[in-house]
């Protein structure tokens, strides 16, 4: 019978450090990296568009690279640590010439700052590529199997309160709009984020020993591994060990993670054009139009842990079901809405808080239903997959959904996002391994136990 196991929360949110720099990072990136785009070096929309793609190029072909490297990797810090600490501090190098570049060419124009800005900022997209994928792996690295949604909603969670701190911080500087202004302060201040939340992770977590802790737990529990190992006879007349996932498995693996770019393309087309269709369909104001996302997003923060301990009681896959069937629906009574309504609308922040809570539902358990189907040592190689599949639609869905918006009308993007999601339920439903359940402890106050 299998054991109870506990999530060590205090432990999660330690290594949810890594991905809260990260967040707060990309967040200044995606609000301020345009500006200077298009502000100072006057850069049109299209080519701003361009250079802000970048990054998810970038990540497409690095991260798996990167998550698979370090898998094979072995330093007395352990695997994934060493990236974490040089792509953050490289990253924190490179980030903070970019403003005073800025600066510099606003003030003089000299032609050669450009390409020395593009230069650098190559560099730091590099940087913080270099430990994505690691970052990621560290918690399913130090969770148990059956925790890991748990240990995922609170990662989702950190990273959120990275994007909220940002967005704090420049509330308070950036109080004049007609002002010019110096950027310096804010990249130093996230560059310092990002150093200390990796200094207190790497003082605070022993990644070699937690992970030596997971693979104890797996070694007691063989029936959470997925993978088959046998013994082959060489020619030599001796025996290799080879381990692989059976074909049934592998299937269950290219439905989850087509699952997960379908519903990517059909989320990410709704977010990235929303405030313009928002506008225009609607007639609502700028401000009503980022009312709804952020009111998604706050639900979404909120849901992040319940979601998780629901997902450990009554598994992975119900929940991601239940949450691509909601979101389908949110999207299409949208549609309908377009019709029978011709301004903002009450209904619209009720319809975007049960957004929040679908997407929340679905982010929080994709993960752990692909790193699932691995073994121990190729972690950071399924967690490259899972971003393949997630960067690869983000890259391709702005330019197939902003085609229909263009020549069709503002009115098929939520036709087209319910779509995409209705058809991640169907591979979804494909999907026969991923989920798992712990028992659960007879004593119900073990829930609350958090120590080391």
């Known amino acids: 019978m299998k054991t109870a196991v506990k999530l060590n929360y205090k432990r999660t949110f330690t ?30 929309d299209t080519w701003s568009g361009v250079i802000m793609a970048l990054d998810n ?16 990797i072995n330093t007395r810090i352990g695997r994934r640590m060493p990236f974490i600490i040089t792509g953050t501090a490289l990253a924190s190098v490179f980030m903070v010439f970019l403003p005073f570049l800025d600066n510099r060419f606003y003030a003089t124009g000299e032609t050669w700052m450009f390409p020395v800005f593009m230069a650098l900022l190559g560099c730091l997209l590099i940087s913080m590529a270099l430990y994505r994928s690691p970052a990621v792996a560290l918690m399913p690295d130090v969770t148990p199997k059956p925790l890991r949604s748990k240990g995922n909603a609170i990662i ?17 500087m950036f109080t004049d709009k007609n002002a010019r202004n110096d950027y310096r302060a804010i990249f130093f201040i ?3 984020i990002m150093i200390v939340s990796v200094l207190v992770l790497f003082l605070l977590v022993n ?36 381990t692989y996932l059976p074909k049934d498995v592998k299937r269950s693996l290219y439905f989850v993670l087509a699952s997960i770019a379908l519903w990517f393309f059909g989320y990410n087309a709704v977010t990235t054009a929303f405030s313009r269709y928002a506008t225009i369909e609607w007639d609502m104001s700028l401000g009503q139009a980022n009312l709804c996302l952020t009111v998604a997003m706050a639900v979404a923060i909120l849901s992040y842990i319940p979601i998780g301990e629901v997902a450990s009681r009554v598994g992975r896959k119900k929940c991601i079901i239940f949450g691509v069937i909601l979101l389908s629906v949110c999207f299409a009574v949208c549609f309908v809405l377009n019709y029978v309504m011709d301004g903002f609308s009450p209904v619209i922040i009720i319809i ?26 190729d972690i950071g190689r399924y967690t490259g997959y899972y971003y393949t599949c997630s960067m690869a639609a983000q890259i391709a869905t ?28 169907l591979t979804m439903l494909q999907v026969k391994h991923g989920d798992n359940k712990p028992a659960l402890p007879k004593d119900r106050l073990e829930l609350l136990d958090v120590d080391d």
């Open 57 to 72: 190029v970038i990540a497409l072909f690095l991260l798996p690279l990167l998550g698979a490297f370090s898998d094979r």
């Open 207 to 242: 990644e070699p020993k937690c992970v030596l802790e997971v693979q104890e737990y797996e070694k007691a529990h063989p029936e959470d591994n997925l993978e088959v190992t046998e013994k082959v006879e060489d020619p030599e007349g001796g025996e290799t060990v080879r």
């Open 156 to 172: 989702n969670l950190m990273g959120s309160v990275g994007g909220i701190v940002y967005l704090i911080i420049t509330a308070v």
């Open 190 to 192: 996230i560059a310092g």
């Open 398 to 425: 702005p330019i197939l959904s902003g085609m229909l918006l263009e020549h069709a009308g503002y009115w098929t993007m939520f036709p087209y996002g319910a779509l995409f999601v209705f058809f991640s339920l």
């Open 15 to 44: 290594v949810g450090l890594a991905f809260m720099s990260i967040c707060a990072f990309w967040q200044l990136y995606d609000n301020i990296i345009p500006l200077i785009l298009k502000n100072t070096f006057r850069l049109s």
């Open 352 to 377: 975007f808080c049960l957004i929040g809570i679908a997407w929340a539902t679905i982010n929080v358990n994709s993960l752990p239903m692909v790193v699932e189907m691995c073994k121990e040592s």
